[in-house]
């Protein structure tokens, strides 16, 4: 079992950063990998990034590559979204999601509550 728990959101103007983290319970949090979800209103929660347990891979949706870098502190439990250069459209509540190892790689079973990001133009 795994809970997670973001933060560090907030209102930022457009151009500025954020930085996202969430912290995970349990002792296995290097077994799993991470990924953040956002959800604008009136739209379906996107991919945004997500890392492997080992830290070595990354990935990014196209609308947020070269401005966010996702990491990871295996000694901290902590998961980390570094957002640069914000943009009104990434204004959304932004989840934190972990993924067990025998699960497939384009599913998530642990879910965090969501912290607001809201950038102002």
């Known amino acids: 079992q795994v809970q997670l728990v973001e933060s560090g959101g907030g209102l930022v103007q457009a151009g500025g950063s954020l930085r996202l983290s969430c912290a995970a319970s349990?002792?296995?949090?290097?077994?799993?990998?991470m990924g953040w979800f956002r959800q604008a209103p009136g739209k379906e929660r996107e991919f945004v990034a997500s890392?492997?347990?080992?830290?070595?891979?990354?990935y990014y949706a196209d609308s947020v590559k070269g401005r966010f870098t996702i990491s990871r502190d295996n000694a901290k439990n902590t998961v980390y979204l570094q957002m640069n250069s914000l943009k009104p459209e990434d204004t959304a509540v932004y989840y934190c999601?972990?993924?067990?190892?025998?699960?497939?790689?384009?599913?998530?079973?642990?879910w965090g509550q969501g912290t607001q990001v809201t950038v102002s133009s």
């Open positions: 349990g002792r296995t949090f290097s077994r799993y990998a």
């Open positions: 999601a972990a993924r067990s190892p025998w699960v497939r790689p384009d599913e998530y079973d642990y």
């Open positions: 890392i492997s347990w080992s830290g070595g891979s990354t």
